[in-house]
């Protein structure tokens, strides 16, 4: 089968910018949020993404306006009957995650495929409360997803070779470097990435080093473009915690423990940029 219309569940920073580049790909998109005032937000950010490339002159006034044409804003989750491919960008949770599938799963055709844009959950575990788990994959973009190249495409236990050859070519079709990866805690970015995070917050835990001295070290000797902690509260210390405690509770491994001093943050409120306060001050 060809994608033609596609829908995107959450209007967040994930789901926009899905709905973005599927749209610039040429696909007709369904970008769904229970909340009005999201999807307002998520149109407003593609619009900003979009009028920046038009004053760069990579991009034309016609252009975007043929871009933004193909972009539909609905609160109804019963237009998922319309798409071929449903791609979740919901909350890292697992309960909602189910529910949401279970009941795509009773509205969308039975040709369609649904995929989830989870950071670490188990595409198994997803797709084991639908009746098509054949026609259940990963799809996990980089953030932010107009800019970075990468998506692990993540094959659960019953995903079809049909399936994940039509979305590793998707993935293609919307600018993106496709990289196969199996189902386990983590997959390969947050399974490396996460712990080293969490091994940075424990430096500045155990006094080692200054957040700033941490962040340096990498930057400086490690050619990163952030350090881990900056990184970090980019990414959001509740997300970061989330994952951590999904590798652990996915491993039963101590290395996965998750540092108590990215907890006391969390709990705090200190979420990172989102919060206006994480490692850094913003």
């Not at 071929?84 to 909350?91: F, H, K, N, Q």
């Not at 949401?100 to 009773?106: A, E, I, N, V």
């Not at 947050?190 to 340096?216: H, Q, W």
């Not at 070290?217 to 473009?225: I, R, Y």
């Amino acid at each position: 089968m060809s994608i033609q219309t596609l829908m995107v569940v959450g209007a967040g920073q994930m789901g926009s910018g899905i709905a973005q580049v599927a749209a610039v790909s040429g696909i007709r998109v369904l970008l769904h949020d229970n909340s009005l005032d999201m999807l307002n937000k998520g149109m407003a950010s593609i619009n900003t993404h979009l009028y920046r490339s038009v004053e760069k002159g990579k991009l034309t006034a016609d252009r975007m306006a043929d871009i933004l044409s193909r972009i539909q804003l609905t609160e109804s989750l019963e237009l998922a009957e319309q798409a071929d491919l449903v791609i979740e960008a919901i909350s890292e949770n697992m309960a909602l995650k189910a529910l949401l599938f279970h009941r795509l799963d009773s509205i969308c055709r039975p040709s369609a495929i649904l995929a989830s844009n989870t950071s670490s959950l188990p595409i198994s575990e997803i797709a084991a409360v639908t009746e098509r788990p054949s026609q259940v994959i990963g799809m996990h973009f980089m953030n932010p997803v107009p800019v970075m190249p990468l998506v692990e495409v993540i094959r659960g236990l019953e995903t079809s070779q049909e399936v994940f050859e039509e979305i590793y070519h998707l993935s293609e079709r919307m600018g993106k470097t496709p990289v196969e990866v199996n189902d386990f805690p983590g997959f390969v970015s947050n399974r490396i990435l996460m712990p080293m995070i969490n091994e940075a917050v424990f430096t500045v835990y155990e006094g080692v080093a200054t957040v700033e001295s941490v962040d340096k070290v990498m930057k400086l000797g490690m050619h990163h473009p952030m350090g881990p902690l900056e990184l970090a509260d980019f990414i959001g210390l509740d997300t970061c915690l989330s994952i951590m405690e999904i590798l652990y509770e996915g491993f039963k491994d101590p290395k996965y423990r998750p540092c108590p001093l990215l907890r006391k943050y969390v709990k705090a409120g200190r979420l990172g940029r989102k919060s206006g306060q994480g490692f850094y001050s913003y």
